[in-house]
């Protein structure tokens, strides 16, 4: 599996009476295959302002390579994808549980995930061989 790219959003209120602004969406494409998939991690948005409690990091963004800054939010569905690769067959993924959020976290190699992260910022994309690469143990 090649990761192609990783991102997160801040989702903002279509209309008045929605509660899209309570919420954030992480997103990662990956070639499978041959085939270009995108997972979509839906997830409220106060865990993202609680990841020091799930993870080492300490400031948004959570990396700089050169110019380019990396967000917590970027790396949530990455994060998702390296710990249940079930995923891949989805498209879409709800997260409101703060303990399925913290589960994602737990056993991540996040001195790995970061090299991830660079390479996908440096080179465009990244090849992930096995999970289990990123994950020290299983939790």
Same mark, same amino acid.
């Given at each position: 599996?090649?990761?192609?790219r990783?991102? !997160? ?12 602004d ?5 997103e990662?494409?990956?070639m499978?295959?041959g085939?270009? =998939?995108?997972v979509?991690?839906?997830? @409220? ?10 993870? +080492?990091? %300490? %400031?948004? +963004?959570i990396?700089?390579f !050169? @110019?380019?800054?990396?967000s ?6 990455l ?5 249940? +690769?079930a995923? =891949?067959?989805?498209?879409r @993924? ?11 976290? =737990? !056993? ?6 970061? !090299?991830? @992260?660079q390479?996908?910022?440096d080179n ?9 690469e990123?994950?020290i143990?299983?939790?």
């Amino acid at each position: 599996m090649i990761i192609k790219r990783c991102k !997160g959003y801040e989702l903002e209120k279509q209309q008045s009476n929605t509660s899209e602004d309570f919420f954030n969406r992480s997103e990662v494409t990956f070639m499978e295959n041959g085939t270009e =998939k995108t997972v979509h991690i839906l997830y @409220v948005r106060f865990f993202n302002e609680q990841f020091d409690r799930f993870t +080492p990091y %300490q %400031q948004d +963004p959570i990396f700089s390579f !050169g @110019v380019h800054d990396v967000s917590f939010k970027d790396i949530v569905a990455l994060a998702c994808l390296l710990k249940n +690769p079930a995923y =891949k067959h989805r498209k879409r @993924v709800y997260i409101n549980s703060e303990r399925e959020f913290e589960d994602i976290f =737990k !056993g991540l190699d996040f001195h790995k995930l970061s !090299g991830l @992260v660079q390479q996908i910022v440096d080179n465009g994309g990244a090849e992930v061989r096995s999970s289990h690469e990123y994950i020290i143990q299983t939790v």
